[in-house]
């Protein structure tokens, strides 16, 4: 058996009882990257020397410490939106080319203080906004289920990487199903937490007010430790909780006696592809066999998340890349002006998604436009997150798809920008409401390609969806699905 294949629980185990090391880990992984990335592209940088390092320093502290972390000497992927010092930094984009910040991202700092080994950076859709990493400057990340399809956005080199066994787990970020759909097309687990759960400090800022530091692994056990590692206080970043930090446990009870799961009506809608709503279904029926109570519910106000994430998002988009400009960072096109500087490098260096998301929220929040645009989607966003509060006043966590389908081809809606934002349908209102949400795999469709469950649960709720994934892991095995070979 390849060391490649083991999930970070049993590699932990593995290690903590010395039966291998993390530089044979750490080999293995670099190992696989070398075999299949030329083919799924999950990887733009990988940083061999120091990751080999990393490994060698953990096993030296394994051997000094009586009670190691058990992330030590674990291999990790960092999606190419969160800063590691000394590794480039690109977000996917022309205008970042060559950057590379001083500063590590404090979701990274933890994990790597834990003893885990930051591989490299994986591919993005362009400042995270898109759902399929088609947007990225640097090519397509290709499923690696069906190399013909993509692996989901804008994680999407995270979310393949953890599924081709190139990394133990992988960090992501998520701004409106960025962890969520890609670990749903990919068979993977990957959890957003609660808005302000976990430092954005070092996350380059898209949707301030959305944005999510997340994590893929294979199980509910490896995202649970990975995420009981990086929460918390943070003084570099305002938003971070104060919450009691720790490991979370996921022993549970035989049963799922006393759990109120609600559905939502409105989130099997027309058009949903039917082998999703089936195994969907499937779950939610296997779920009240472990003993858990089903209750339908409404969130009668999810048919305006994606016109309200739309003004919010891009509005708060424009504001944060005003500082990309070819002056502080990245490189410069040449022109006469000052003016002329930041107009031709713009326009030469942020890709077409970009420029349009930055037009719409400059529109939306332009003179005469605000209150009726991004003032009226405020409005409308509160009233989204007072759903939620009613329905979880009713039921404890909530049950639904991930995505209307499963992986799409690459190409498919390349045409149609409303097409690609539809996408993310189901995944929008947990950003907007602030709640957690853990994606993980419920089966496969007619063409063998994964199709991923969501969770949502209160504010800080991460533990017990966590608990709910593993309970379900427990009782099914599509979380330990083997790809086909590449």
């Known amino acids: 058996m390849s060391l490649a294949t083991l999930s970070l629980t049993q590699a932990s185990r593995l290690l903590q009882r010395g039966e291998i090391s993390s530089r044979e880990l750490t080999r293995a992984a670099l190992d696989s990257i070398a075999a299949q990335n030329g083919r799924l592209n999950a990887f733009l940088f990988v940083d061999e020397p120091g990751a080999l390092k990393q490994a060698d320093a ?16 674990i291999p990790l992927a960092v999606k190419d939106v969160l800063t590691v010092a000394g590794m480039p930094c690109t977000c996917g984009s022309k205008i970042l080319e060559n950057y590379i910040p001083p500063f590590t991202a404090t979701a990274v700092k933890k994990l790597q203080e834990a ?4 591989l490299g950076k994986t591919n993005t859709d362009e400042f995270a906004m898109g759902s399929s990493t088609e947007n990225s400057a640097y090519g397509v990340t290709r499923n690696p289920w069906d190399l013909s399809r993509v692996p989901g956005g804008s994680s999407g080199g995270s979310a393949a990487a953890v599924a081709a066994r190139m990394a133990c787990a992988a960090l992501g970020s998520d701004t409106g199903g960025s962890v969520r759909q890609p670990a749903s097309f990919c068979g993977v687990t990957g959890l957003k937490p609660t808005y302000g759960r976990v430092s ?12 999510s530091v997340g994590a893929f692994g294979r199980s509910a056990q490896d995202v649970a430790a990975i995420f009981s590692a990086m929460q918390g206080s943070d003084p570099l970043d305002a938003t971070a909780q104060n919450l009691p930090a720790g490991e979370i446990s996921l022993e549970a009870p035989d049963n799922l006696q006393g759990v109120r799961i609600g559905v939502p009506k409105e989130y099997f809608i027309d058009g949903i592809q039917p082998a999703v709503e089936k195994k969907i279904r499937e779950a939610i029926a296997l779920f009240e066999q ?14 305006y998340a994606l016109p309200v994430y739309y003004l919010i998002a891009p509005a708060e988009a424009s504001a944060n ?5 070819g002056v502080r960072y990245g490189p410069r096109a040449e022109a006469e002006t000052m003016w002329d500087v930041f107009t031709k490098t713009r326009g030469e260096k942020f890709g077409d998604e970009v420029q349009r ?44 798809p991930v995505a209307p389908t499963t992986a799409f081809p690459i190409g498919a809606h390349g045409d149609d920008p409303l097409a690609m934002y539809l996408e993310d349908v189901f995944t929008l209102p947990a950003n907007l409401a602030g709640v957690p949400g853990l994606a993980f795999p419920v089966g496969f469709d007619e063409n063998q390609l994964p199709v991923g469950m969501q969770l949502m649960g209160p504010h800080f709720a991460e533990a017990a969806l966590l608990r709910l994934a593993h309970a379900y892991q427990q009782a099914t095995e599509w979380h330990l699905a083997i790809l086909p070979p590449l």
């Open 58 to 73: 953990a096993d030296e502290s394994r051997k000094r410490k009586a009670a190691p972390s058990p992330l030590s000497g």
């Open 115 to 118: 003893g885990m080994v930051v």
């Open 200 to 211: 954005r400090y070092g996350l380059v800022a898209y949707g301030s007010s959305l944005d």
């Open 290 to 303: 472990l003993g858990a109570e089903i209750i339908e519910i409404s969130l009668p106000h999810t048919e």
């Open 321 to 325: 890349l005003a500082r990309f400009d």
């Open 357 to 400: 998301r930055i037009m719409l929220g400059t529109y939306a929040l332009s003179a005469g436009y605000y209150d009726a645009f991004y003032g009226q989607a405020q409005k409308v966003r509160t009233l989204i997150k007072r759903d939620f509060e009613q329905a979880f006043s009713l039921v404890d966590a909530i049950a639904c």
